[in-house]
């Protein structure tokens, strides 16, 4: 059973840090891409980023460039988002989700985890 | 590129057929994809490239267009149906979604 089970979220201050995890079972996980995409309470989807399936690509969106982070350990089926210098914008539900290919080109999301809320509250 | 959805909520009634449309900024021949997101719940992948159904979605669904106009028809509403949908161009990053249609019940 393919699943991908989001952790890490919490609440914390502006300006401070929090990782975010994405454990996944049920598939070669090295095989494929993994995105972050975010949702503010209310609000649409937001693509946050991208990371190919051997971790050499990575693609950000405009919003969290030279902010998040993403990597991945593909040797314990793990995907990471690490998020530095949080904003109050910065507040969603985080979800990781699987693209159907590589992730290094036309990205589509095909399994989701459930999401992790992520508060950025003074 | 901006994807830009209409209408961005609709209701109707049980039975009913409903067209949801999204235009891209630029061409991205057929690398579009809709989502459904029920309440609380993640999105799921409908249809991609944008006329082709994922496996177990109801034949009620349908996608149609390219290049810049696409649309998402469901031709007899279901209660399962009501939900919000989303449409992502798949040609390349950053990857951007359309703002979302709410299908609410009339």
């Known amino acids: 059973q393919l699943q991908l089970v989001e952790s890490g979220g919490g609440v914390v201050q502006p300006g401070t840090s929090l990782k975010l995890s994405c454990f996944v079972s049920g598939f070669k996980f090295g095989a494929y891409g993994v995105h972050w995409v975010r949702q503010a309470p209310g609000k649409g989807l937001e693509w946050v980023a991208v990371?190919?399936?051997?971790?050499?690509?990575?693609f950000y969106g405009d919003s969290v460039k030279g902010r998040f982070i993403i990597s991945r350990d593909n040797s314990k089926n793990t995907l990471f988002l690490q998020m530095n210098s949080l904003k109050i914008e910065d507040t969603a539900i985080y979800y990781c989700?699987?693209?159907?290919?590589?992730?290094?080109?036309?990205?589509?999301?095909?399994?989701w985890g459930q999401g992790t809320l992520v508060t950025v509250s003074s | 590129i901006q994807m830009t959805q209409s209408p961005s909520s609709v209701s109707a009634s049980v039975g009913d057929r409903v067209t949801i449309t999204c235009r891209a900024s630029q061409g991205i021949g057929t690398s579009l994809a809709w989502y459904q997101q029920e309440p609380g719940k993640a999105p799921k992948l409908l249809i991609y490239?944008?006329?082709s159904l994922q496996s177990g979605v109801p034949s009620r669904f349908s996608g149609s267009g390219s290049g810049t106009d696409f649309s998402l028809t469901i031709s007899s509403l279901q209660p399962e149906d009501f939900a919000t949908y989303y449409c992502?161009?798949?040609?390349?990053?950053?990857?951007?979604f359309g703002q979302g249609t709410r299908l609410e019940i009339k």
């Open positions: 989700a699987r693209d159907t290919a590589l992730g290094t080109a036309a990205p589509r999301l095909d399994h």
């Open positions: 490239p944008a006329s």
């Open positions: 992502q161009q798949a040609n390349g990053f950053p990857v951007t």
């Open positions: 990371i190919s399936y051997d971790g050499y690509n990575t």
